[in-house]
């Protein structure tokens, strides 16, 4: 018998890599291709989109403010070039003459305004934000005021205050007296321009309220009205936690401008009849009296006490994140 034999071949053997010139392998580069992320310029690009903002912000702002703390230690006049440094004697003036701070007084007004214009703000947003017939319509009308370039309002509210003018004729119609001077004397001259201030404003705090109380999840109110709850007992646990921070800007927004009103007594009295506010001094100061060093220092202590008044504020109200869910 004839005994066949199977035999394996063996794998033939791996070619040998291509020697190189200089005598060496090549090897394989395992790096991976660049992209956008590895650019250099990368890291640039949010600076180059702040870059306008930025110059904006300290060409308008920051440089004008800088001036006017520079224009505080001087006794310029505003127009000569001369401008003689004379250290603290603005500030020391400015602290020993009382009249000038007197005037102070007449934010009192103003900020009892802005509590009035924050309660009918809030109410209004607490209403319009549950299902109602022609809310959009009201909410329309409630913000109107606030589009009105500030001019045109002192214009009009003059010839609606004036003796004989619209107010004292819708008084008339109704049997309650007229030709009153409503801007002749500073408590009702005082009254009447913070009165307007509310008519102005309230639209603002509106819009503020409304958007705070309309980010509430929906299915608390449901659950609240499951369990039976009021809508006072609504606005007391839902609404009134979840608009805490925007109230406490409201706030900050109301003393604020209240400390700093200009625009509405400036254009419908001048000043006149008790009604000149700190702005409206500072700015006669300036450009009447020509005492523009003096001016620059009673607007850097508005913005001093601005600015402590604000940190008190935020030092007993800070933010807390609310979780009502």
């Known amino acids: 018998m004839t005994r066949t034999t199977t035999s394996t071949a063996a794998p033939p053997p791996a070619p040998a890599a291509a020697p190189d010139p200089g005598g060496r392998r090549t090897r394989r580069s395992a790096t991976r291709p660049r992209t956008w992320r590895d650019h250099p310029l990368r890291r640039v690009t949010p600076w180059l989109f702040l870059l306008v903002p930025l110059a904006l912000l300290v060409t ?9 703390i520079y224009y505080s230690f001087t006794d310029w006049d505003g127009v000569s070039p001369d401008r003689d440094h004379v250290g603290a004697d ?98 009702s001259a005082n009254t009447s321009l913070a009165g307007v201030s509310v008519w102005r404003f309230t639209g603002l705090n509106f819009v503020l309220f409304l958007g705070a109380i309309q980010s509430v999840p929906g299915e608390l109110y449901e659950a609240a009205q499951l369990d039976g709850a009021t809508r006072w007992q ?6 009134a936690p979840s608009i805490r921070p925007v109230l406490s800007l409201s706030v900050i927004l109301a003393i604020s401008g209240s400390l700093s009103v200009f625009e509405i007594p400036y254009i419908m009295t001048g000043g006149a009849t008790g009604t000149s506010t700190f702005v409206i001094q500072t700015v006669k100061l ?29 030092r007993l109200v800070p933010d807390e994140k609310v979780d009502l869910v």
């Open 60 to 68: 308008f702002t920051y440089v004008p403010v800088g001036n006017m």
């Open 234 to 239: 609504q606005f007391r646990h839902i609404i």
């Open 90 to 187: 603005n500030y020391v003036q400015l602290l020993t003459r009382p009249e000038l701070f007197r005037v102070f007084a007449v934010s009192l007004y103003y900020l009892a305004a802005s509590v009035a214009q924050i309660a009918i703000a809030l109410w209004f947003a607490t209403v319009l934000s549950f299902d109602l017939r022609f809310r959009n319509l009201f909410k329309g009308i409630l913000f109107f005021p606030y589009l009105i370039n500030g001019v045109a309002i002192g214009f009009v509210f003059l010839y609606f205050f004036q003796d004989g003018g619209t107010l004292d004729s819708i008084l008339s119609f109704l049997g309650l007296g007229g030709d009153h001077a409503w801007l002749g004397d500073p408590e």
């Open 286 to 314: 300036a450009f009447q009296f020509n005492k523009t060093g003096l001016a620059s220092a009673c607007a850097v202590v508005l913005l001093l006490i601005i600015l402590l008044i604000t940190w008190i504020q935020r």
